[in-house]
């Protein structure tokens, strides 16, 4: 459980996730700043610091820092952590997602009024109306689709030439995960799919997700790729890939899997 509202003491120790704007401060060697609270040279408030957990016996903080002043080359974003060990992913994706919902819950989005931290639990109250807020978590399914030894690969608008990915989209209302990726296949490519099969899931605070992936197999259509969505989508011999994502990524390990599979 993630603890907050916290008075550190200066010789407090512990592993520290500083955080502006998203993005996380790294020391002049390039690593996350370690030991004692008062050795940062840093203030926050009570609301800007929060216990997000232990990392074998080392306790680990979140600490949202408005003012520090650093070299632009000592922040960094979450993503240099996805070569790292998983769980250290994990606590950047944590305390990258809890900064910026401390940040966007300062106050009541139902009456304007000064939200304060709930004491037991990760959650902002208005103790004028009673409005609760709590982190948000935007699920996001991938598929990766088959069509006897190929795969079925798409370049978004985002990516650079020649990189290519599995199929993805958020989960809309009232929508299952299964739905959802039937849907979003649809919608961006233009073919139907069948046997759909959960492989895992993967936070990623990029600002806050949850990605959630599927294997599924082709049943017809044609591609014809979603306009301002996907710029180029084909299928891919599993012995002849282009550029694709990186093992350490929820998509890379689903190709891998279907290769795999496959015996390739």
Not at 55 to 77: C, K
Not at 211 to 219: C, E, L, N, R, S
Request: proline share 5%; aromatic share 10%.
């Amino acid at each position: 459980m993630i603890k907050h509202s916290i008075s550190l003491r200066p010789n407090q120790q512990g592993l520290w996730f500083v955080i502006n704007r998203g993005r996380i401060w790294l020391n002049a060697v390039g690593q996350l700043p370690q030991g004692e609270y008062g050795s940062l040279n840093l203030s926050a408030e009570p609301e800007q610091i929060c216990w997000l957990g232990r990392r074998g016996a080392e306790e680990v903080y979140l600490l949202i820092n408005h003012d520090h002043i650093a070299n632009e080359d000592e922040w960094v974003s979450a993503r240099e952590f996805l070569n790292m060990e998983e769980e250290l992913f994990q606590f950047a994706a944590r305390a990258v997602q809890v900064a910026l919902f401390l940040q966007t819950h300062r106050f009541c989005g139902q009456c304007g009024s000064a939200m304060a931290l709930v004491n037991w639990e990760l959650a902002a109250l208005c103790n004028k109306c009673g409005h609760r807020c709590y982190p948000r978590i935007a699920p996001c399914v991938l598929v990766g689709i088959v069509k006897d030894d190929k795969i079925l690969l798409a370049r978004s608008s985002r990516h650079r030439t020649g990189f290519f990915s599995i199929l993805a989209g958020f989960v809309e209302s009232a929508e299952t995960l299964e739905q959802a990726a039937i849907r979003e296949v649809k919608e961006e490519v233009g073919v139907d799919i069948t046997n759909l099969q959960y492989v895992g899931s993967q936070p990623w605070p990029f600002p806050h997700s949850l990605m959630t992936g599927f294997i599924a197999d082709y049943v017809a259509g044609d591609i014809v790729c979603q306009p301002q969505e996907i710029e180029e989508a084909d299928w891919f011999a599993l012995d002849d890939l282009p550029e694709v994502p990186p093992l350490q990524t929820l998509s890379g390990q689903i190709i891998a899997q279907i290769k795999q599979r496959a015996g390739k």
